[in-house]
């Protein structure tokens, strides 16, 4: 069973609007949440991270947001870039536990 | 710089043969990882180790073994009781009290393909 789900396999933006990518999880013991990027045929590169006892992170154009009562946390980026075009993963972890990732959502942004 | 180093980056191997797949770190992380990745699949955790000397088996162990006999290094050997060997594999590694707050680092990565 998936305990971090990423419902939307694709999407796509265009340059300089905002990316809203979406994750929800299941065990209510996460107490970090990750984002990853990840280009074709390369490894993947974190991005920014949220304690479980803050519901709102940022970093320039990146924010993650975290919902806890609906276990639901999303990543936004604004503006757009082409070169944000790549696949995002979101992960998460317990204490004492490995980082459990998504599957993963490719997002598109069109000049 | 440092970083974790995984090599070949390409390579192919025939049906039947044992390959291993190489990992090595230079963060001084105590945490080591092995995933796999298939074509528009997420990350799959294969094995991992928090120390040296010491290793468990992930979601996706089976025809796949590790040694983690230096805090540096830790080898992945595909065996040839691998069904479906060819993918994209990636390393990672950790600090052991910081993966929340700084996550993995990964590698580049070595594809596979069975030939």
């Known amino acids: 069973d998936q305990q971090v789900k990423q419902n939307s396999p694709s999407l796509s933006v265009q340059e300089g609007r905002i990316s809203i990518l979406n994750c929800d999880y299941t065990?209510?013991?996460?107490?970090?949440f990750l984002w990853y990027k990840k280009y074709p045929a390369e490894g993947p590169t974190f991005l920014i991270s949220i304690s479980s006892i803050k519901d709102k992170n940022e970093d320039g154009r990146f924010t993650v947001f975290l919902n806890k009562s609906a276990k639901h946390l999303s990543l936004h980026i604004v503006p757009s870039q082409p070169g944000d075009s790549a696949v995002y993963f979101c992960a998460a972890k317990a204490s004492y536990d490995k980082v459990i990732f998504g599957p993963g959502t490719s997002l598109s942004v069109i000049p | 710089d440092g970083g974790i180093t995984q090599s070949p980056k390409y390579l192919f191997r025939k049906e039947g043969q044992n390959v291993t797949l190489s990992c090595e770190q230079n963060l001084n992380h105590d945490a080591m990882y092995w995933y796999r990745q298939d074509p528009g699949q997420g990350l799959r955790l294969i094995y991992y180790s928090q120390i040296v000397n010491d290793f468990q088996k992930g979601d996706i162990a089976e025809g796949y073994s590790v040694s983690r006999e230096k805090k540096e290094s830790f080898p992945l050997t595909v065996t040839s009781a691998q069904k479906n060997p060819t993918a994209f594999y990636l390393c990672?590694?950790?600090?052991?009290?910081?993966?929340?707050?700084?996550?993995?680092?990964f590698g580049s990565g070595t594809r596979l393909t069975v030939v």
């Open positions: 990672a590694s950790s600090p052991r009290d910081r993966e929340g707050l700084y996550g993995y680092t």
């Open positions: 065990n209510s013991m996460f107490d970090y």
